[in-house]
T-cell receptor, first 116, second 109 residues
Framework: GAVVSQHPSWVICKSGTSVKIECRSL??????MFWYRQFPKQSLMLMAT?????????EQGVEKDKFLINHASLTLSTLTVTSAHPEDSSFYIC????????????FGPGTRLTVT | EDKVVQSPLSLVVHEGDTVTLNCSYE??????LLWYKQEKKAPTFLFML????IEKKSGRLSSILDKKELFSILNITATQTGDSAIYLC?????????FGQGTRLTINP
């Protein structure tokens, strides 16, 4: 089956620094990828939709200048958390959208970000 | 605004019990409803439902959708401790998935 990987799986960074998270589709091309954020004991919240070769579409309330998304190729989307603060500590999950397949979105394993 | 509501939010039962998890939704341009199981990492897919009244079954898990009343249930029979997880319901509209809050299920031995 389709596999989506994320790197790193966990990261700790200091407040004020930037962190880049990669999401790769390993055996298929994904024109659309999604980025979700999940706070402890809460559900997944969609942050943005990433389309290859174009600007990402951000959900209401998500700062596009803080969460930079780049989808430069059909197999890679990156999320950069700029000037991270402790409140950005969360579990970030990407998924790749494949229309027409059994359940259409394949989730990556997630990245746990802790900002100290 | 699209909305998915799950109940209960938390459930604790004994091994061997049967549980029913609920999911109701309000979504424009409904396309499908999905159930996921989440342990410590990203969600793993359980079922996708698109038609009313047709039960999907996988081992001890089953699910059904009612598009008239806008809800779905997930049943787990003869529960085991390995079923302990968060169960997420998500509804797909035009393109994106909208997730419910999840039901945290704990199975005690």
């Amino acid at each position: 089956g389709a596999v989506v990987s994320q790197h790193p799986s966990w990261v700790i960074c200091k407040s004020g620094t930037s962190v880049k998270i990669e999401c790769r589709s390993l055996d298929f091309q994904a024109t659309t990828m999604f980025w979700y954020r999940q706070f402890p004991k809460q559900s997944l919240m969609l942050m943005a939709t990433s389309n290859e070769g174009s600007k990402a579409t951000y959900e209401q309330g998500v700062e596009k200048d803080k969460f930079l998304i780049n989808h430069a190729s059909l197999t890679l989307s990156t999320l950069t958390v700029t000037s991270a603060h402790p409140e950005d500590s969360s579990f970030y999950i990407c998924s790749a959208y494949i229309p027409g397949l059994a359940y259409e979105q394949y989730f990556g394993p997630g990245t746990r970000l802790t900002v100290t | 605004e699209d909305k998915v509501v799950q109940s209960p939010l938390s459930l604790v039962v004994h091994e061997g019990d049967t549980v029913t998890l609920n999911c109701s939704y309000e979504v424009t341009n409904f396309r499908s409803l999905l159930w996921y199981k989440q342990e410590k990492k990203a969600p793993t897919f359980l079922f996708m439902l698109t038609s009313s009244g047709i039960e999907k079954k996988s081992g001890r898990l089953s699910s059904i959708l009612d598009k008239k009343e806008l809800f779905s249930i997930l049943n787990i029979t003869a529960t085991q401790t390995g079923d302990s997880a968060i169960y997420l319901c998500a509804v797909k509209g035009a393109q994106k998935l909208v997730f419910g809050q999840g039901t945290r299920l704990t199975i005690n031995p």
